[in-house]
């Protein structure tokens, strides 16, 4: 199971072997505790549910504090199931660190949720040019024109690229490059920017598309 959950810390550069600067993004992943394992034969299909981020009992429901002390994990805040093809490999209970599922130089797919950026026009949503400002043009200058289809079909159709709310969705970034891992502190150095703000949780996983 290469997948782990993690903290966003926030962005910085390092320097690399012939001194040229590399922006990454520092995550705090890890460690993640089994709490439950699911198999073909009794639910159907086979997953590992994962736990991360610990929390006082009082924080938890009585249902779910009897989940967790049924594993034998603390309450953690988030719960995450991962599918697996051999749920036999895991024991419920067991402890997984950054350092076993990432090493520098692989790549990653990290799943969050994207800033949320409130009522945005077309031109920040969708990249819009805008229409003209010179003489003759009222204060129309970011607005998205005329959107009437005739007579035929006398109606908008649906998906058009229009005012709206943007940002706050799930959004998954592929094949990013792990740079670093201290597995001392947790810590995940991955290159580029990641979805969410700083505090955000995130889904790393061994990306899919590695070999192309």
Same mark, same amino acid.
């Given at each position: 199971?290469?997948?782990?959950?993690?903290?966003?810390?926030?962005?910085?550069?390092?320097?690399?072997?012939?001194?040229?600067?590399?922006?990454?993004?520092?995550?705090?992943?890890?460690?993640?505790?089994?709490?439950?394992?699911?198999?073909?034969?009794?639910?159907?299909?086979?997953?590992?549910?994962?736990?991360?981020?610990?929390?006082?009992?009082?924080?938890?429901?009585?249902?779910?504090?009897?989940?967790?002390?049924?594993?034998?994990?603390?309450?953690?805040?988030?719960?995450?199931?991962?599918?697996?093809?051999?749920?036999?490999?895991?024991?419920?209970?067991?402890?997984?660190? /950054?350092?076993? =599922?990432? @090493?520098?130089?692989?790549?990653?797919?990290?799943? *969050?949720?994207?800033? +949320?950026?409130?009522? #945005?026009?077309?031109?920040?949503?969708?990249?819009?040019?805008?229409?003209?400002?010179?003489?003759?043009?009222?204060?129309?200058?970011?607005?998205?024109?005329?959107?009437?289809?005739?007579?035929?079909?006398?109606?908008?159709?649906?998906?058009?690229?229009?005012?709206?709310?943007?940002?706050?969705?799930?959004?998954?970034?592929?094949?990013?490059? /792990?740079?670093? =891992?201290? @597995?001392?502190?947790?810590?995940?150095?991955?290159? *580029?920017?990641?979805? +969410?703000?700083?505090? #955000?949780?995130?889904?790393?996983?061994?990306?899919?598309?590695?070999?192309?």
């Amino acid at each position: 199971m290469k997948t782990i959950l993690g903290e966003k810390l926030g962005m910085t550069q390092i320097f690399d072997d012939e001194s040229r600067v590399v922006p990454v993004t520092v995550i705090k992943a890890g460690p993640v505790h089994i709490t439950q394992i699911k198999r073909p034969e009794t639910d159907g299909y086979g997953a590992v549910q994962i736990a991360f981020k610990e929390l006082s009992t009082r924080h938890v429901s009585q249902p779910q504090a009897g989940h967790f002390a049924k594993s034998g994990v603390a309450p953690s805040k988030h719960l995450v199931e991962v599918r697996v093809d051999d749920p036999d490999q895991y024991k419920v209970g067991q402890e997984i660190s /950054v350092a076993d =599922v990432f @090493a520098a130089g692989q790549k990653a797919d990290v799943t *969050g949720v994207s800033k +949320g950026k409130g009522f #945005a026009g077309v031109i920040k949503r969708h990249g819009f040019s805008g229409q003209g400002a010179s003489h003759g043009t009222h204060k129309v200058h970011r607005a998205p024109g005329a959107i009437g289809a005739c007579a035929t079909p006398a109606r908008v159709f649906k998906g058009k690229r229009l005012p709206g709310r943007m940002g706050g969705d799930k959004t998954t970034v592929m094949n990013l490059e /792990v740079v670093q =891992v201290d @597995a001392e502190r947790g810590l995940l150095m991955i290159r *580029g920017a990641v979805p +969410g703000p700083k505090g #955000a949780v995130l889904l790393l996983r061994e990306a899919v598309k590695a070999n192309g």
